[in-house]
Nanobody, 126 residues
Framework: QVQLVESGGGSVQAGGSLRLSCVASVDTFRNRRMAWFRQAPGKEREGVAG????????AYANSVKGRFTISRDSAKHTLYLQMNSLKPEDTAMYYC???????????????????WGQGTQVTVSS
C-alpha cells in the first residue's frame, strides 16, 4: 500500500552537491515519520536524517550536520535530502523510509520504519 520511489543519486567530485528525492504514494504520506538511511559496502546501514512534520521534528547524524538538510513537500508528497560539501566518506547507497502510521518525533532508528525505497547510489570522488 505504501510505495516510495527515489531519484537524484549520481557521481560527483568532493565538495559538490546533490539533492535526493523520494516520492511517496499520495494517500499514505501525511503525518508519517520519514528518514534517509545509507549503507556503504562492508558497513552497516546507518540513519542520516529524519523528519516528522506532525511536530516539526528533525534529526541528523553527527557526520552530516551542517552539510545535509532533510525536508518534505506535503503538496507534492515528496521527501528531499539536500547534500552539500560532499565527502568521499558519503559514498553509499541511500534509502528513504517511512513509518507505519502517524508519528510525533523524528528518528534515525531503523526499527521505527516499516517501508523502504529501492535505494539510489551516491558516489563522491576525491
Amino acid at each position: 500500500q505504501v510505495q516510495l520511489v527515489e531519484s537524484g543519486g549520481g557521481s560527483v567530485q568532493a565538495g559538490g552537491s546533490l539533492r535526493l528525492s523520494c516520492v511517496a504514494s499520495v494517500d499514505t504520506f501525511r503525518n508519517r515519520r520519514m528518514a534517509w538511511f545509507r549503507q556503504a559496502p562492508g558497513k552497516e546501514r546507518e540513519g542520516v536524517a529524519g523528519i516528522a512534520d506532525f511536530t516539526g521534528s528533525t534529526a541528523y547524524a553527527n557526520s552530516v550536520k551542517g552539510r545535509f538538510t532533510i525536508s518534505r513537500d506535503s503538496a507534492k508528497h515528496t521527501l528531499y535530502l539536500q547534500m552539500n560539501s560532499l565527502k568521499p566518506e558519503d559514498t553509499a547507497m541511500y534509502y528513504c523510509a517511512a513509518s507505519y502510521g502517524a508519528a510525533g518525533s523524528a528518528s534515525l532508528d531503523q526499527s521505527m520504519f516499516n517501508y523502504w525505497g529501492q535505494g539510489t547510489q551516491v558516489t563522491v570522488s576525491s
